[in-house]
């Protein structure tokens, strides 16, 4: 079977990013032909396997029209040029403003489409944009997925909001765990792990630490972008320079999630967080939010993590305190949450997507 991706680049670590580079990767293990087309000529920074080909956008410039809708077109044909040049069995978008251009891209092309989700419905086209922007988008997405052949989505909490598309199926991303090192000993650290943004609540994370007694504990959280200087005066207004460290994007993160004692997400909204399943795949003791989407699919409460009402600073720094003083209970959590090494294996997810790109395909073909 021949694939061709669609996403707007591999520049950054971020979550979908991952996703498809997992599945790209794995795909050709098992004699797949893919192919990923990119809606930027920015830099990739993930190790593929040199079998993928990439297929970088070079911009052209169309002086009658404004500089966003230049981009757009430049990318729908971007799509629809290397979508016949690949001649793909099928394409797959990844992320939802994407997703968008995909599907327009490849019916243009006359290929079958299937579309990924991978942030909660309401979010995914707020962020960064402005109300108007955001309209735009989402009026798109309500005319352009209802003519895609298929829609993945990560819960059964987002499914039902997407109920104008036919196809639908729920696949949960799948986790990779690195294994190079053994016999860490875990220390009083608290970790929270992503991107420094106002979603990922990190500011909620570090007030809900500021109330905890006087401890020998740390928090540490691991992860670059907008929000550092803001959280850096948090921390300084707080006073808690020396428990609470903003320590970057690691690159040996298996050490930090196996050294940390408690993880803590955080976030106001996510898609599947796969900071939280990696914390309980390498056996982290987990707290999240119950936010919107993904949290309340993946831990069931006081069995392999605790929940934690939304945006409840808190209780939420209650909970941490009753964790970090009840050693029996994190190594019980830490323990039971490993299993969800099995149900998220890459063999399993590639299962599913394989039955659904099969299933997609020969649909396409009858009609």
Request: hydrophobic share 40%; net charge positive; charged share 20%.
């Amino acid at each position: 079977m021949k694939i061709a991706f669609v996403i707007h680049s591999l520049s950054s670590l971020g979550g979908a990013e991952k996703i498809l580079v997992t599945l790209a990767n794995y795909f050709v293990t098992i004699g797949y032909d893919i192919n990923i087309i990119l809606l930027s000529n920015s830099n990739n920074i993930f190790i593929l396997d040199n079998k993928i080909k990439l297929f970088h956008m070079n911009n052209t410039k169309k002086k009658y029209l404004p500089k966003k809708i230049q981009q757009i077109t430049n990318q729908i044909e971007h799509i629809v040029n290397t979508t016949k040049k690949i001649n793909p069995d099928i394409v797959i978008g990844f992320v939802v403003s994407t997703n968008i251009l995909t599907v327009i891209g490849a019916k243009l092309a006359s290929y079958p489409v299937i579309i990924s989700e991978h942030s909660s419905y309401h979010y995914s086209l707020s962020n960064g944009r402005s109300k108007i922007e955001t309209a735009i988008w989402r009026f798109l997405r309500r005319v352009t997925y209802p003519i895609c052949d298929h829609l993945i989505v990560l819960t059964e909490e987002d499914k039902p909001k997407y109920h104008y598309v036919k196809d639908i199926s729920i696949i949960k991303n799948p986790l990779i765990l690195q294994n190079k090192h053994n016999h860490i000993q875990k220390e009083n650290i608290i970790l929270g792990v992503g991107r420094l943004t106002y979603i990922k609540g990190f500011d909620m994370l570090i007030k809900a630490f500021s109330m905890l007694p006087n401890n020998s504990w740390r928090l540490i959280i691991a992860g670059e972008g907008s929000e550092r200087t803001a959280l850096e005066d948090l921390i300084a207004q707080l006073n808690l320079q020396h428990k609470v460290f903003l320590v970057g994007q690691i690159d040996d993160m298996e050490y930090l999630y196996k050294q940390a004692s408690i993880f803590v997400l955080s976030s106001r909204t996510e898609g599947f967080p796969g900071a939280l399943c990696e914390a309980m795949g390498y056996g982290c003791c987990s707290i999240a939010f119950d936010c919107p989407t993904g949290p309340k699919e993946i831990i069931s409460h006081n069995q392999n993590g605790i929940l934690v009402e939304a945006n409840n600073i808190t209780l939420l720094s209650q909970t941490i305190n009753q964790l970090m003083n009840d050693d029996k209970k994190r190594e019980q959590l830490g323990d039971k949450a490993k299993k969800i090494r099995d149900e998220l294996n890459i063999k399993n997810i590639s299962k599913r997507w394989e039955t659904v790109l099969a299933d997609t395909i020969k649909n396409y073909n009858r009609d």
